[in-house]
């Protein structure tokens, strides 16, 4: 398995004049080695690879033990072109990948492992707060059937750490293909499981704090925990 982190974008919510998931948080790491650390717990850093736009060389000084995949359009294009760029390396491979923005507890990998093991294309969710804001998703014979920030009466919000099994990625990077510039990765999904029936399971792990930092409240909230 591969794990990929998106952090090509420039975080403009965020305010930052630096990649959003280097930003500091109260412990003294930032977002991104939270998030190292939390995955080296459960496998290695050497399955990593970021893919990297803004201000990239920021992010590959910091940690330079990882790999990295260039996003040049990272100031006109969205996570799906992002992906899409990672997954053509590892078109062979079962893929975990995540936003470069999300602070969450190891212990998250306790409920996702399974999946993995299992081989079983997944997207985390939170069921415990469904903002309007944020990617929802709604349910069908037990898969997700919607998934996207205008859906209706969602169930819960997709955090942004997420699985494709090696036999799904190849339908998914078709998928991608077909998305807009500045669709999100969930457009992506939400195209294969409309036509290519994939099923992709909804795993919640809202008993685990797992917060993605698009704005300072974000930020304020996350350090609130870290305390």
Known sequence: MKIVILAAGMGSRLGNPFPKPLTPLANGKSIMQMQIENIDTYYSIEDISVVVGFKKDLIMERFPDLSYIYNPYFDSTNTSKSLLKALKKFSD????????????????????????????????????????????????NGFIKQLSKTVKNGLGEAVGINYITSKDIKKFISRLEECNENDYFERGLEIAIEKDDLQISAVDISKFNCMEVDFKEDLDNVNKLLE
């Not at 190891?106 to 804001?133: C, G, H, M, R």
Request: charged share 25%; net charge negative; aromatic share 12%.
């Open 93 to 140: 491979k079962s893929v975990l990948w995540m936003n470069g923005d999300v602070v969450f507890d190891a212990k998250l990998f306790e409920i996702l492992n399974p999946y993995i093991k299992n081989k079983q294309s997944f997207v985390a969710v939170n069921t415990s707060k469904v903002a309007d804001e944020e990617v929802k998703y709604t349910l069908e």
